[in-house]
């Protein structure tokens, strides 16, 4: 079973829709989560932490369920520009990426 | 502004060949990450490092090994390429804290084909 599992997509929707990634991951002992971006042809970057208590940034919402071991990502108002892969990573010393989930917002 | 530099970013190279890819960072970094990302597969964890010296196996470690001499240089070889090691390969860097913060800067890549 790989570590980290994300659903690959893709996912197309139109602006303005909202959309949800998850990922699961199978070490119970890792310590912190992260989303992160990467657009095509370039190198991953990253978007935002994701903490026990759920975060949001902007459009942008992060959430963990240590107990069911999965995390997830909303973003709503869907942008042309969000068009990217998202990328999970899993910590626990030694940052772990998912498969990442490929996302398409089209006019 | 952080700068991660990988020495070349297009290779091609002939199967039984060694490979060296290179990487520097310029921010006093602790840690170092090879990467390598495929198509449907993500990116995968080949080698890391915490110091110099210092190396620690990813996922995928077989047919790699890596150096670190100096602490802004982690080097990726392959000591005998094969054409299932063709892929992009990136390598990233943080500081220590920087695990917890996710606050990984990557290369902008080394495409690597072997024939």
């Known amino acids: 079973r790989k570590e980290v599992e994300q659903d690959p997509g893709p996912f197309n929707v139109p602006e303005g829709a909202t959309v949800a990634f998850n990922c699961t991951y199978s070490n119970s002992a890792s310590q912190s989560f992260f989303w992160y971006r990467q657009d095509c042809r370039k190198e991953p970057k990253l978007l935002m932490s994701v903490y026990s208590s759920g975060n949001e940034d902007g459009r942008f919402t992060a959430q963990l369920n240590r107990a069911s071991q999965y995390i997830s990502l909303l973003i709503r108002d869907s942008k042309l520009s969000d068009s990217a892969t998202y990328l999970c990573v899993v910590n626990n010393n030694d940052m772990r990426f998912g498969a990442g989930t490929r996302l398409t917002v089209k006019p | 502004d952080v700068k991660v530099t990988q020495s070349s970013r297009y290779l091609v190279k002939r199967t039984g060949e060694k490979v060296f890819l290179e990487c520097v960072q310029d921010m006093d970094h602790e840690n170092m990450f090879w990467y390598r990302q495929d198509p449907g597969l993500g990116l995968r964890l080949i080698y890391f490092s915490y110091d110099v010296k210092m190396k620690e196996k990813g996922d995928i470690p077989e047919g790699y090994s890596v150096s670190r001499e100096k602490k802004e240089r982690f080097s990726l070889i392959l000591e005998s390429a094969s054409t299932n090691q063709t892929s992009m390969y990136l390598c990233?860097?943080?500081?220590?804290?920087?695990?917890?913060?996710?606050?990984?800067?990557f290369g902008e890549g080394s495409r690597l084909t072997v024939l």
């Open positions: 990233a860097s943080s500081f220590h804290r920087g695990l917890n913060t996710g606050e990984l800067f």
